[in-house]
């Protein structure tokens, strides 16, 4: 057994040994309805810069005891962490630990190695099994470890093997068998959905048709929802190939209207990127003002009128430049880390994300998310979840928001890019 191989097998069991002591605590913020809060800092899932590597991990629970849960990795970011451009494998220790969703006690725990070839492909993929309780809901902490390439990133997610069909009990494919990571599809895809093997054979899928992004700062309430109608209902048979031929939602058999869950269509192909002038338009109404907005919409060139808007915040083209490289930056990391029944920027987490740029600190509850920007008595942002549907979280509005945000808009329509030490001049 050579030295590094030692090294490695110490660090993986300091880092059971820390694992098996992940502590909660109760959290005192007022503005949260949850009774106890992660004493760890989850904000790393949501900053790409905290480690050079960032998995994607998606869970399935395929029986009434039994969940896969898979993983990519892209291979360039391996490549990057390597020391050796010569070196072709890498190993990343993945380190889980499955805990109640209630009260956070350790149901289950494993330490596991995976030796991955990084000479080509554009990803990398592993897969593990999880034994899970009947009508149980888990939270699942996922560390990818290889200290000797400063390789650290912690994941989280949701995991419930409830009764009847939920949005765990079902697995999006391509054609080709590859995991689909994300809910949200491009116009025109095919796709195949598969069930757990406790449910029925088909499903009815509502769908719903793409409205117009409504900006509504944290600290307006927002109107209680009407019912909605779907525009169609069709009978999907799991496995059959399913063609996504509209921009919308298309939800997946579940009798609560606050419980639809499936695969939002978007018109953008490169997805979750932004590389059209054309999908660049909507999220400026985060900025912008109804009479500017309206202005760039009807202009005949849409490109010009963008720039201009841009360019007239900063006077400076080298300014502007770096404004929009940063702000639809943020934009594509929204959309790829907060879909849900639509693209991730257009979400209560989405908003925060892109105008604020990533949490100082994330602690995680049975049912929220609590951001923090800045030190000490910094300001929180508490997202609840009330369906239970995974990423599907709902800021909790406050007219105290009201003078932060005045100063975040400001700081962008100024010239500027907001960030967390500009917040209460720090």
């Not at 900006?215 to 009978?235: E, G, H, T, W």
């Not at 990423?391 to 975040?408: E, G, I, K, P």
Request: hydrophobic residues 40%; charged residues 20%.
């Amino acid at each position: 057994m050579n030295t590094r191989t030692i090294v490695y097998i110490l660090l993986i069991s300091l880092l059971s040994l820390l694992g098996g002591c992940f502590a909660f605590q109760r959290n005192v913020n007022q503005t949260s309805v949850s009774g106890k809060s992660s004493a760890s800092d989850f904000s790393s899932m949501y900053n790409p810069g905290s480690s050079v590597v960032n998995p994607q991990m998606t869970a399935f629970v395929s029986s009434d005891s039994e969940a896969d849960v898979f993983f990519r990795i892209r291979t360039q970011e391996l490549r990057n962490a390597l020391a050796n451009p010569l070196e072709n494998e890498i190993n990343i220790y993945v380190r889980y630990f499955l805990r109640d969703a209630g009260d956070f006690h350790l149901a289950d725990s494993a330490s596991l190695r995976y030796a991955f070839d990084v000479s080509s492909g554009e990803y990398v993929h592993g897969h593990f099994k999880l034994a899970v309780a009947s009508q149980s809901r888990y939270k699942l902490v996922v560390d990818f470890v290889n200290t000797h390439y400063e390789i650290r990133k912690r994941m989280l997610c949701d995991l419930k093997n409830t009764a009847g069909f939920n949005d765990d009990k079902y697995i999006v494919k391509t054609l080709s068998d590859e995991i689909v990571f994300s809910n949200v599809a491009s116009i025109g895809q095919k796709l195949r959905v598969f069930a757990s093997s406790g449910c029925a054979s088909y499903v009815d899928v509502e769908f719903y048709g793409s409205k117009d992004y409504v900006s509504l700062p944290p600290y307006l309430s927002m109107q209680a929802k009407s019912s909605n109608i779907p525009d169609s209902v069709f009978r999907y048979v799991f496995g059959d190939t399913l063609r996504l031929d509209e921009v919308g939602f298309y939800a997946f058999g579940s009798a609560a209207k606050n419980e639809k869950f499936g695969i939002a269509v978007v018109d953008n192909m490169s997805y979750p990127k932004v590389t059209r002038v054309a999908d660049m338009l909507e999220p400026m109404k985060l900025l912008c003002t109804e009479r500017e907005f309206e202005r760039i919409d009807s202009s005949t060139n849409l490109k010009r009128e963008i720039d201009a808007f841009w360019l007239g915040l900063s006077k400076n083209e080298k300014s502007a430049k770096e404004q929009i490289r940063v702000f639809y930056s943020r934009v594509a990391l929204a959309n790829m880390l907060f879909p849900c029944r639509d693209e991730g920027w257009r979400t209560d987490r989405g908003m925060i994300y892109i105008m604020l740029g990533p949490p100082s600190v994330v602690n995680i509850t049975p049912t929220s998310e609590e951001w923090t920007y800045g030190g000490g008595n910094g300001t929180v942002f508490t997202f609840e979840n009330y369906s239970g549907i995974k990423n599907d979280f709902t800021l909790l509005r406050s007219n105290t928001y009201q003078s932060v945000w005045q100063q975040v808009l400001t700081t962008w329509r100024s010239g500027k890019i907001f960030t967390v030490s500009k917040l209460n001049n720090e």
